[in-house]
């Protein structure tokens, strides 16, 4: 992946070539300032670009292990249901939780971290648009979550996970004293706009060794895509572990 510091002074090179050389530079302008622009969006909008900020999305195994992942909860209807079917098949997830969901969802956060499984930071708020938040706001964001989490669990968190996978230069600036680890996806389920069936076939055709997958616990039919997925990943031999066993690293920094 080419840095977006380093398409910027390509850019420039190639648009002071392009006025001294080429006829129609207007044309060219347009094209090579497309180009630079579709770059910056695509390293902004995909989590494993790696262009701002060094993400983990997928262990480079050979074995049938994959970790699942949980977004935007808790949520004090779906979360539990999820929890329940978890049990059933024996399969520790991640929980990445967004702050404000905490405040009347303590016990239930209590619930996942007693249970085995793993909570990350996923923001106070989940705005709309966190991503052109000031990094000073984002850190107060990411921050304050920590904080009530740690409060509950008596953990602190190592795991962060951006909204809507989005990076950019303000959260590499946010979250670089704060000593997290971004864990990005390799296998998104689309479960917040797809069907179950279409959700479920998605899943089946790209399943693949050391996969994490991305779900939301915020979405009633999540409890049916869950139940199918692990029955499915069963059947495969797929072993389902946290993040921090599959990518070998600690998801709280300290214990306390
Ligand atoms: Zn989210």
Redesign the pocket.
Known sequence: MIKPRTTFVLYIIVLILVYLFLPWQGIFFIITSLLFLSHLVYCSANICSQAYIKTLCKAIISEKKIAITF??GPDSEITPKVLEILDQYNAKATFFCVGKHIENNKDLLKLIDKKGHLIGN?TWS?DRWFDIFSSKKMKIEIEKTSDVITAIINRKLNLFRP??GVTNPNLKRAIKDLNFRTIGWSLRSFDTVKSTEKTLKRLKNKLSPGDIILFHDNREHIVEILKAFLEYSNDEGYEIIPVDQLLNIKAYETYM
Do not use: I, S, V
């Open positions: 977004d935007d996923h989940h909204p809507y």
